[in-house]
């Protein structure tokens, strides 16, 4: 079942009845200077088997006690924003698996040259994806591809930045800017795609038994989600592909995300992503993915099963 990702960006009042979640809008008097009216008693009720994901994103939303305890029990994300409306924080539950105490053992006792293995093959991926993307928007890939078959384990040579530095000189040529959390457009647009795939990821890890904070080469003692920035890497081209793709649609970049550009990228999760011949919406690959990184710890396998463009 395909989860729904629901966001929140005006003052609104969030509560649990009978297994629902209730959107209650705040009461406000008719007036020509208002963008919209609330009708006083108007709700809108939601099931929370069907939410995956959450986005608060107004100072002015109230959310109750039991409905985030409801969200938690459903394995459903809950991503706060700040007040410049980005992504600055995550609230997953820290039992998700009836099997976390034997399946966190497993993950906790992997070896390194397993770990090492395991991010050769994640970098692998994310470089065959990053040409194919490339190749998608017509520019020069045949570099990317030799070096996909030149990552070592755990990416000793560090393909990963050179693969980068090669694609985003490609990809953001024509915008005269860099790769940078804090430069200008279309970063803002990748920021925000990728907070919401690094919550996507990071709760499909939780659901598959694994703790986000235990890294196979992430390690900032500072990063909650370190195995949720190494699994999503091989997504992220993905993520590139369909941004772009959007982008080449407008006329000029915001440099503040509205509700149209919020919407188009809270969509990706349901674009089609392939795993081994295989399609399926992203949100189910990603848990594909995750499903295979436990299988990957127990020693049932020894390949992630990433998607490919």
């Not at 995956?52 to 959310?63: E, K, S, Y």
């Not at 390194?112 to 040409?131: C, D, F, G, M, V």
């Not at 000793?156 to 490609?170: F, H, L």
């Not at 091989?234 to 993520?239: A, D, L, M, T």
């Amino acid at each position: 079942m395909i989860k729904r990702t629901l966001y929140f960006g005006n003052p609104s009042y969030l509560s649990m009845r009978n297994e629902q979640l209730v959107l209650k809008y705040p009461a406000v008097e008719k007036n020509e200077n208002l963008p919209i009216h609330f009708k006083k008693e108007a709700e809108t009720t939601i099931p929370i088997e069907d939410i995956g994901m959450v986005i608060i994103d107004h100072r002015q939303i109230t959310i109750t006690h039991d409905l985030c305890e409801k969200l938690i029990e459903n394995n459903s994300a809950i991503v706060w924003c700040d007040a410049k409306h980005h992504p600055t924080g995550m609230t997953l539950p820290f039992a998700a698996n009836d099997t976390l105490s034997e399946k966190t053992r497993y993950q906790i006792e992997a070896s390194e040259p397993l770990k090492k293995q395991l991010w050769r093959q994640t970098i692998e991926s994310k470089i065959l994806n990053q040409a194919a993307v490339l190749k998608h928007f017509g520019y020069h890939y045949q570099d990317l591809i030799n070096m996909s078959s030149q990552v070592l384990s755990g990416d000793t040579g560090n393909m990963e930045g050179r693969a980068a530095a090669k694609y985003w000189d490609k990809m953001l040529e024509q915008f005269e800017t860099t790769r940078g959390r804090f430069d200008g457009p279309p970063n803002n647009f990748l920021n925000y795609a990728y907070a919401i795939l690094r919550a996507t990821v990071a709760r499909n890890l939780v659901g598959s038994g694994l703790l986000p904070v235990l890294g196979i080469h992430h390690r900032n003692k500072y990063n909650a989600y370190c195995l949720a920035n190494d699994i999503m890497e091989p997504y992220r081209p993905i993520i590139d592909q369909h941004i772009f793709d959007n982008i080449e649609l407008q006329q000029f970049l915001p440099l503040e995300l509205g509700k149209k550009e919020k919407a188009h990228i809270l969509d990706l999760v349901n674009i089609d992503v392939e795993i081994e011949g295989k399609k399926s919406p992203l949100m189910v690959g990603v848990q594909r993915t995750t499903a295979s990184v436990m299988k990957c710890f127990m020693g049932e396998s020894r390949k992630i099963s990433y998607p490919t463009l």
